[in-house]
């Protein structure tokens, strides 16, 4: 099993940053790939950023130059670096793991820009 537990959400104006934090136990594996998924009001859940246990990355168009995320495998945190956020970055984000098949989650932490 995987705990996954995120903090650093809240109100920020737009331009602003937040660091998003994920702190991840239980059985975690370096191997493990580690992700930050956000969900607006009346949408689905989609994916913000991917790392792999190697430090490679994938981002969603709409975040691609402004956020970055980056993982810490000694002290089993994976972090999100938002920059430049805008009022439609407004939702709530969930740190995610997937292990052998498996996806675990966190309960997420909002996120709210105001304009």
């Known amino acids: 099993q995987v705990q996954l537990v995120e903090s650093g959400g809240g109100l920020v104006q737009a331009g602003g940053s937040l660091r998003l934090s994920c702190a991840a136990s239980g059985r975690i594996f370096s191997s493990t790939v580690m992700g930050w998924y956000r969900q607006a009001p009346g949408m689905q859940r989609e994916l913000v950023a991917r790392?792999?246990?190697?430090?490679?990355?994938n981002y969603a168009d709409s975040v691609k130059g402004r956020f970055t995320i980056s993982r810490d495998n000694a002290e089993n945190m994976v972090y999100l670096q938002m920059n430049s956020l805008q009022p439609e970055d407004t939702a709530v984000y969930y740190c995610?793991?997937?292990?052998?098949?498996?996806?675990?989650w966190g309960k997420g932490t909002l996120v709210t820009v105001s304009s």
């Open positions: 790392i792999t246990s190697g430090g490679g990355t």
């Open positions: 995610a793991a997937r292990q052998f098949g498996l996806d675990y």
